[in-house]
């Protein structure tokens, strides 16, 4: 079993910078893809960004590349969502995911079998 929890969340203002973490306890996250998911209210969770177990791949969803940079730490246990350039509408509850699963479209929600309880980021304009 592996918890989640995430942190870093809070109040920006448009063009400014927040970094999230997620710390893994339970399990080592060595073996674990990671990515974050983001849900606005009255909107479906989406896809954010997602690394490899390695960390040599990471994936983004086009509203946020070129902003957003994932990285994990595994002798930590931790991965980090570095977000710059923040827009209202980034404004949304991020959630930290883990799947242990071989083979996994990183993009879908449906892959990730551990979620944290999230952390609220708000983008004031």
């Known amino acids: 079993q592996v918890q989640l929890v995430e942190s870093g969340g809070g109040l920006v203002q448009a063009g400014g910078s927040l970094r999230l973490s997620c710390a893994a306890s339970g399990r080592t996250l060595s073996s674990y893809a990671m990515a974050w998911f983001r849900q606005a209210p009255g909107k479906e969770r989406e896809f954010v960004a997602a690394?490899?177990?390695?960390?040599?791949?990471?994936y983004y969803a086009h509203s946020v590349k070129g902003r957003f940079a994932l990285s994990r730490d595994n002798a930590k246990n931790t991965v980090y969502l570095q977000m710059n350039s923040l827009r209202p509408e980034d404004t949304a509850h991020y959630y930290c995911a883990a799947s242990n699963r071989i083979r996994i479209s990183f993009g879908s929600r449906y892959e990730y079998n551990y979620w944290g309880q999230g952390t609220q980021v708000t983008v004031s304009s």
């Open positions: 690394i490899s177990w390695s960390g040599d791949n990471t």
